[in-house]
């Protein structure tokens, strides 16, 4: 019996910032520590490559499995890795801190690529504004 793979991706979805988003104009995160933290492995990878990746690619990327694997991993360590991490349903780019705390939108396009889009752009309102797209919102912080 084969496992259910569950996903994260949508297509031709844009997610707008949260209501409760404190960001006014998309906010380059920061790393906090001695280590990246999710919002600075997400956004560097939107920011650097958009509509490369899929949600699936960088919620598991910037995942602790997906982290844990080193450059020298093989594509089928990768591969196992990636069907166990989602055997079980994962948060997807709602959840993420760039929609939540940082103040960038998600645009899924018809192939499920993704890239972000500051609050404050042109861009952003474009997409915000375009009916061919699913709406949604990136998750509140906050209990309303």
């Not at 979805?13 to 520590?33: H, K, L, M, N, S």
């Not at 490369?52 to 990768?78: E, I, M, W």
Request: charged letters at 25%; aromatic letters at 8%; proline letters at 5%.
């Amino acid at each position: 019996m084969a496992k259910t793979l569950h996903t994260t991706n949508c297509l031709n979805t844009f997610i707008r910032v949260a209501e409760d988003c404190p960001a006014r104009g998309g906010e380059e995160p920061q790393p906090r520590g001695a280590g990246p933290t999710v919002a600075t492995l997400q956004y560097q990878m939107l920011v650097q490559s958009p509509y490369t990746y899929t949600s699936d690619d960088v919620v598991f990327a910037t995942s602790a499995p997906g982290r844990a694997l080193d450059a020298k991993a093989t594509k089928k360590a990768r591969n196992l890795a990636r069907e166990t991490f989602f055997s079980k349903g994962q948060a997807c780019m709602r959840a993420s801190p760039l929609g939540k705390r940082f103040g960038w939108g998600v645009h899924a396009d018809a192939e499920g690529r993704v890239a972000i889009y500051a609050v404050d752009s042109k861009r952003y309102q474009a997409l915000a504004a375009d009916s061919k797209l699913t709406q949604t919102r990136a998750m509140r912080s906050r209990r309303a």
